[in-house]
């Protein structure tokens, strides 16, 4: 079945370092969606990204889908302690429902 | 507030009982979901519905149960708990995956 991996499984950093996450698929994606889950919260939906080469950004969050459409990635610029918690990729699998990269998780020290 | 509710939030069960994990939704999104999270797994589905009486297995559907009577609840059900179904489960509706709070599950 569809499969994203998403890489790496963690990453620390200081605060004010800049933090990358990839999601990559073996198979061309119609779109692909990023959330945020913050420690013992659930999942909170960021951003879609639906055309090839699609650049989108949100104050320090910079996302991105591949030419090919088979990549994408979340980009954290001079990271702060809010942006603690686990980055998932996502994307549609048949009838709606989501399939989610296994995450990353986002430890920034003060 | 429109959304999605869950019960309970918390739950401790002993291996082999019946457990019923709800959800609600303020919405009519005809579609909802189930996952569960564990650690070194991410997010997997369990089930999901397509609308009221239409519900199909995802990832990992052993072991539960769901039924979808009226469009805007989809419990959950574990028939016989075991230690192996200890998780946080997440129910879910579509466009855009807005997730209930979740419902963090003990099987001892």
């Known amino acids: 079945g569809q499969q994203v991996m998403q890489i790496p499984q963690y990453q620390h950093v200081q605060e004010g370092e800049d933090f990358t996450t990839y999601c990559n698929s073996s198979t061309t994606l119609s779109n692909i969606q990023w959330y945020k889950q913050r420690p013992g919260g659930h999942p909170v939906f960021l951003i879609q990204l639906v055309k090839s080469g699609e650049v989108k950004k949100q104050k320090r969050l910079t996302f991105q889908f591949g030419e090919a459409k088979k990549n994408s990635s979340l980009h954290i610029t001079a990271t702060q302690t809010t942006d603690v918690g686990t980055y998932f990729c996502?994307?549609?699998?048949?009838?709606?429902?989501?399939?989610f990269g296994k995450g990353t998780r986002l430890s920034v020290i003060a | 507030d429109a959304g999605i509710t869950q019960s309970p939030r918390y739950k401790i069960t002993e291996t082999g009982r019946q457990v019923t994990l709800m959800c609600h939704q303020t919405?009519?999104?005809?579609?909802m979901f189930w996952y569960r999270q564990d650690l070194g797994h991410g997010l997997r589905l369990i089930y999901y519905s397509a609308a009221a009486d239409i519900t199909d297995k995802g990832e990992v559907p052993d072991g539960y149960v769901v039924s979808r009577s009226k469009t805007e609840n989809f419990p959950l059900t574990l028939e016989s708990a075991t230690r192996s179904q200890t998780s946080v489960y997440f129910c879910a509706t579509p466009y855009e995956q807005y997730f209930g709070p979740g419902t963090r599950l003990t099987v001892t």
């Open positions: 996502a994307e549609p699998s048949g009838n709606t429902p989501l399939v």
């Open positions: 919405w009519s999104h005809s579609y």
